[in-house]
């Protein structure tokens, strides 16, 4: 899961560097990212599917199996659309591990014991996605960007090794004929928003590939979202939506998603506008959000209990927000210690806020339907993001790349909003539950 993370951010810094050594144009680059989240959106609508039918631990192997080899496949690639290739088989393999990964965990603690995951769950889904822009430049820099890849091979083939002997299998199993009409709407539909949304951008929403790919897309979501309300048993649970908590809790992770991954998008392309720092200064500019958020995982586990989701996650999301809009004002940007103030800021309060909502959000959901839920929540919060990204894009092509951050502060602003549907309280321990 820290690989797939990571890999999110990591080839950011050296699209530069991939389009030189292709002799492509960095727009033309640009779909090495966009494969790999168009890819990772196809497959995590049958993620919980997979991992219920065939068993979390199978599902989770193999695909960590196929990610580690498309990863030497990156590394080896001879030309761009070789690379793409291996980026998009890359990206399927990711769409199973975090949702799958995160349901492992998930079963494997109940509802008052996942407090105490924090200090685990903070590293895969908020720190590496940090960690990957510096990671990045460095071996881009240092070595060659054809490491950004190799370095998950020996990583990969422990980790299988490891899971292998040390994870437990649960097949939860289901009588259910699968919803072959909910996966040929929704999985389309996830793939065409997911390329306009890396392209648009760049190439204009008038493109007629983007137009297409938005119109058709927009047309299948609605017919997907129509479809799995009314069949007996859908790919995408949408009903588990109208829990209070839940629901709540993963528009939360669409919103906050899209100012976080907008931030990490924008904000080196701004400290490099205004310094003229290289890819690797750029990268580092946001390192000390990764030292805030080991520290938001140490206050969540011990505020968490004392204060509840809610008062713990709306005043979170609010100085978080003042925060994004401090990285956007004239100045900040160019002032190194200012940066790296405001980044460790941003980890320190929006991890807590993150970690938060991940963790009140399941509170509710029974075991049987935690593979659904958690698939359903990161394709939520992996769409979220790109909107991010896609959204960062156009208005710093519109305005400036100011005005794209104070975009995200507005995101997270909104947030606050939803947060106030969050309990109180947090989960019961056996000894403190009723009779």
Same mark, same amino acid.
């Given at each position: 899961?820290?690989?797939?993370?990571?890999?999110?951010?990591?080839?950011?810094?050296?699209?530069?560097?991939?389009?030189?050594?292709?002799?492509?144009?960095?727009? %033309?680059?640009?779909?090495?990212?966009?494969?790999?989240?168009?890819?990772?959106?196809?497959?995590? $609508? &049958? !993620?919980?599917?997979?991992?219920?039918?065939?068993?979390?631990?199978?599902?989770?192997?193999?695909?960590?199996?196929?990610?580690?080899?498309?990863?030497? #496949?990156?590394? /080896?690639?001879?030309?761009? $659309?070789?690379?793409? &290739?291996?980026?998009?088989?890359?990206?399927?393999?990711?769409?199973?591990?975090?949702?799958?990964?995160?349901?492992?965990?998930?079963?494997?603690?109940?509802?008052?014991?996942?407090?105490?995951?924090?200090?685990?769950?903070?590293?895969?889904?908020? /720190?590496?996605?940090?960690?990957?822009?510096?990671?990045?430049?460095?071996?881009? %820099?240092?070595?060659?960007?054809?490491?950004?890849?190799?370095?998950?091979?020996?990583?990969?083939?422990? #980790?299988? #090794? /490891?899971?292998?002997?040390?994870?437990?299998?649960?097949?939860?199993?289901?009588?259910? %004929?699968?919803?072959?009409?909910?996966?040929?709407?929704?999985?389309?539909?996830?793939?065409?928003?997911?390329?306009?949304?890396?392209?648009?951008?760049?190439?204009? *929403?008038?493109?007629?590939?983007?137009?297409?790919? =938005?119109? /058709?897309?927009?047309?299948?979501?609605?017919?997907?979202?129509?479809?799995?309300?009314?069949?007996?048993?859908?790919?995408?649970?949408?009903?588990?939506?109208?829990?209070?908590?839940?629901?709540?809790?993963?528009?939360?992770? @669409?919103?906050?998603?899209?100012?976080?991954?907008?931030?990490?998008?924008?904000?080196?392309?701004?400290?490099? %506008? !205004?310094?003229?720092?290289? @890819?690797?200064? @750029?990268?580092?500019?946001?390192?000390?959000?990764?030292?805030?958020?080991?520290?938001?995982?140490?206050? &969540?586990?011990?505020?968490?209990?004392?204060?509840?989701?809610?008062?713990?996650?709306?005043?979170?999301?609010?100085? @978080?927000?003042?925060?994004? #809009?401090?990285?956007?004002?004239?100045?900040?940007?160019?002032?190194? *210690?200012?940066?790296?103030?405001?980044?460790?800021?941003?980890?320190?309060?929006?991890?807590?806020?993150?970690?938060?909502?991940?963790?009140?959000?399941?509170?509710?959901?029974?075991?049987?339907?935690?593979?659904?839920?958690?698939?359903?929540?990161?394709?939520?919060?992996?769409?979220?993001?790109?909107?991010?990204?896609?959204?960062?894009?156009?208005?710093?092509?519109?305005?400036?790349?100011?005005?794209?951050?104070?975009?995200? +502060?507005?995101?997270?602003?909104?947030? +606050?909003?939803?947060?106030?549907?969050?309990? =109180?309280?947090?989960? +019961?321990?056996?000894?403190?539950?009723?009779?």
């Amino acid at each position: 899961m820290c690989m797939n993370g990571l890999d999110s951010t990591i080839v950011n810094p050296a699209l530069f560097t991939i389009a030189r050594d292709f002799g492509q144009p960095v727009s %033309a680059a640009n779909t090495v990212e966009t494969a790999f989240l168009v890819a990772l959106a196809l497959t995590l $609508p &049958v !993620a919980g599917r997979l991992g219920d039918r065939y068993g979390t631990k199978r599902v989770f192997l193999g695909a960590l199996a196929v990610f580690t080899a498309a990863s030497a #496949a990156c590394g /080896l690639a001879w030309d761009l $659309p070789s690379l793409v &290739v291996a980026r998009g088989v890359q990206g399927l393999a990711g769409g199973l591990l975090t949702p799958v990964g995160m349901t492992l965990l998930f079963r494997a603690f109940p509802p008052h014991e996942r407090v105490k995951l924090s200090k685990v769950l903070i590293v895969p889904t908020a /720190l590496m996605p940090a960690l990957g822009p510096p990671l990045g430049g460095f071996l881009t %820099a240092h070595l060659s960007w054809h490491w950004l890849f190799f370095v998950n091979v020996p990583v990969g083939a422990a #980790a299988v #090794a /490891l899971g292998a002997a040390g994870l437990r299998e649960h097949v939860e199993g289901t009588d259910a %004929a699968f919803d072959r009409t909910g996966f040929w709407l929704v999985t389309p539909a996830l793939g065409l928003l997911t390329y306009a949304l890396g392209f648009g951008p760049t190439r204009g *929403w008038a493109d007629p590939p983007v137009a297409v790919a =938005t119109v /058709l897309g927009a047309a299948l979501l609605m017919a997907a979202v129509a479809h799995q309300l009314r069949a007996p048993a859908p790919l995408l649970r949408l009903g588990l939506l109208s829990d209070r908590v839940y629901g709540a809790a993963t528009v939360l992770a @669409a919103l906050t998603g899209a100012g976080l991954m907008g931030v990490l998008f924008v904000f080196p392309l701004l400290y490099q %506008a !205004a310094l003229g720092a290289s @890819a690797l200064d @750029a990268g580092l500019s946001v390192f000390p959000e990764a030292l805030g958020l080991m520290l938001a995982s140490q206050a &969540v586990d011990r505020l968490l209990p004392r204060l509840g989701p809610r008062l713990l996650t709306v005043p979170a999301l609010a100085l @978080a927000a003042a925060v994004f #809009a401090a990285l956007a004002l004239p100045g900040v940007a160019e002032n190194v *210690w200012a940066v790296r103030a405001l980044m460790f800021a941003i980890g320190l309060v929006l991890g807590t806020a993150v970690l938060t909502i991940q963790i009140a959000g399941f509170e509710g959901v029974s075991p049987a339907d935690t593979g659904h839920a958690m698939g359903l929540f990161q394709i939520v919060r992996t769409v979220g993001g790109a909107l991010g990204i896609a959204l960062c894009a156009a208005v710093a092509h519109a305005s400036s790349f100011r005005a794209a951050i104070a975009t995200t +502060a507005a995101l997270l602003a909104l947030s +606050a909003f939803p947060a106030t549907r969050l309990p =109180t309280t947090t989960p +019961a321990t056996p000894q403190e539950s009723p009779a």
